[in-house]
């Protein structure tokens, strides 16, 4: 029942403003999800996810699925029915040129990061046969692990020479060699956000036109994930659907046991939050050290510890997620609506996308590596208007 209203409010959405119909669809999946972690919760569906605990369909469920409601109203209502304005300009000449240099020069390093971090984790057999420690051992140096994470900006940077049709047979390379090695790190994540971050650069810069690159990334990311559930996470294509369920499955459960005031983070916010100076703290001991407070995040079994967004930001008796989706519709409308002509401006614009559709499992605004990406952007654009980084 959740989910056929929940379908029908998004059919309708898209069908009224059809000009922004890909950002309505991000935004919609977590809300899909959630609804179907209701209506399945009534059928039976998640029963084999409960071996820590049980989720039930209480009232107050019905009430944040009612706020999921509202913020998506809202975020529609808010979000405006133009598409994005790319200037023809941005890649011509000199610009095509810094474009390249930017993302050979990105591509390079962080290829150089992925090949290091490979032979420091040892046997690549414990990729597929102890994916957990392949995990700490390929991230266990935080330094490396951020020039790695330099694939995403060097990918937004292709796809704004391939979107614009500038593109050349090494620029494709590039790309392939790009979103591979997200398979080395061993995080659906680090596969997720290259693929992603791709296409919708390549989404953005081609007029938001979807062309064959768009269902040729989907269908490849599809077929990459599920290899990873079969031979390296275990589950199959149940482990997969798990893993899109489980997020709003936990919600529910946190929705149970705490008390409606406590649901969701006003430190969701702010990249200031205390959680965010410990997690940082952490991540400079090392990429994964012991940290007590970490299995408390697997609530009902352990293998998936996520949760939706409705109670990440869901702070104020559930409000502040109205807040987020308001925020999210106004800065992709402020994007969308200037005249975009660098790099980090398309990049910021993908964050925000990338934001919008994993809000079903999380909340990624303040996902540092994401930040990484955007200020290394504008410190190649600083440095290009200064002209460090030369025309020719």
């Not at 490979?118 to 991230?139: C, Q, V």
Request: aromatic content about 20%; glycine content about 8%.
């Amino acid at each position: 029942m959740f989910t056929s209203m929940a379908i029908i409010f998004i059919l309708l959405a898209i069908y009224n403003k059809q000009s922004s119909w890909l950002y309505i669809a991000l935004f919609s999946f977590g809300f899909i999800c959630f609804s179907l972690a209701i209506d399945g919760n009534f059928l039976g569906w998640w029963d084999y996810l409960y071996v820590k605990g049980s989720a039930e369909n209480t009232p107050l469920v019905v009430y944040f699925w009612t706020i999921y409601c509202l913020g998506f109203l809202t975020f529609v209502l808010l979000l405006r029915n133009k598409p994005t304005l790319i200037r023809p300009t941005l890649l011509v000449q000199g610009s095509l040129a810094r474009l390249r240099k930017v993302g050979y020069f990105l591509c390079f390093l962080s290829l150089i990061a992925a090949f290091i971090n490979t032979t420091r984790a040892g046997e690549i057999s414990m990729l597929l046969g102890s994916p957990r420690d392949w995990e700490r051992m390929f991230g266990s140096n935080v330094f490396l692990n951020y020039l790695y994470f330099l694939h995403l900006p060097a990918l937004v940077m292709f796809a704004l020479i391939l979107g614009r049709g500038y593109g050349k047979k090494y620029d494709w390379f590039a790309v392939v060699c790009l979103v591979l090695v997200t398979v080395l790190h061993g995080i659906k994540f680090t596969i997720l956000h290259g693929f992603l971050f791709f296409i919708f650069a390549y989404y953005i810069s081609n007029q938001e036109k979807i062309s064959k690159v768009f269902y040729i990334g989907g269908v490849v990311l599809f077929i990459l994930l599920l290899l990873s559930f079969l031979f390296i996470r275990g589950g199959g294509m149940e482990g997969f659907l798990g893993y899109i369920s489980s997020s709003s499955v936990n919600s529910i459960y946190v929705i149970n046991k705490l008390p409606l005031i406590d649901v969701g983070n006003i430190g969701s916010f702010s990249p200031f939050s205390l959680s965010s100076f410990e997690k940082a703290y952490y991540r400079f001991q090392g990429e994964f050290p012991p940290n007590p407070s970490h299995q408390k995040t697997f609530m009902l079994n352990d293998k998936f510890n996520l949760q939706n967004a409705i109670t990440l930001v869901g702070f104020g008796f559930g409000f502040g997620f109205i807040v987020v989706s308001a925020f999210l519709a106004l800065g992709i409308n402020y994007l969308r609506q200037s005249v975009l002509t660098k790099g980090y401006e398309i990049f910021m614009l993908v964050i925000l996308m990338d934001t919008a559709f994993f809000m079903f499992t999380a909340w990624e605004f303040f996902k540092t590596k994401l930040w990484f990406g955007f200020f290394v952007l504008l410190f190649m654009d600083t440095l290009a208007r200064r002209k460090v980084i030369g025309k020719k």
